[in-house]
């Protein structure tokens, strides 16, 4: 790594590269959200370009993950149209030690459980600034929720200790509006202590669509390092 890469960037990228390498030919394969993920979608791309790899098939988690597949060359696919996902590579916004995670820093959230939930293997890729001991503790917690119920949603988090915030666009009046046409409200919780009851509690909320706890869906964490200068990977 040289003096004026940027770390984070450096820490993507091979996090990025070491997922697309376990990418085998004939997979359908979950394409995540997020800057982490469209360097695996990158290299992936790159592996079909030279042949390494051939027959594979990508399902986007958003309108971000389709571009990029289109513009890399991974032919797309949809859910109507398969009866499995192999693999799923994705982004995260914190992971603690048990493999949970916060997600949704992109609004995408809702499509990423689908399809993450549904492959045999979902591999997360995040730089080292992800890792916490506790969830909640650096991140706020997305919430989708459909616009006409913004108000009650936000009220009924208020009784359950978190501090809901609508999430506001940037270059862009008005708030952030999902793939789906829908509103993100982004709660700080003092302490989430019990992350899949949360969860549950969360999706229970008339108006809810998805929050952003991902609860014992990861197989496997890479993660990316910086260690005197040397860019890694490591697994767990
Ligand atoms: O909604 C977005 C996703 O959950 C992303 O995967 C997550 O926010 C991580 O994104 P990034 O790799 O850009 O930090």
Redesign the pocket.
Known sequence: MTAEQDPIKVM?QEVGKAAAARVQSGAIVGL??????AYAIEYLGQRIKSGELKDILGIPT?FQASVLAKQYGIPLTTLDEVDHIDIAI????EVDPQKNLI???????TR?KVVDALADLFIVV?DSS?LVDKLGSTFLLPVEVIPMAMTPVMRAIEKLGGKPELRMGVKKAGPVITDQGNMVIDVKFDSIDHPAELEKTLNNIPGVLEN?LFVGVTDIVLVGEVKDGQPSVREF
């Open positions: 993507k995540g959200t997020g800057s982490t993920t958003s994705d982004g995260a916004d997600k949704g820093g992109g609004a995408a959230h990423e995040v992800k952003g």
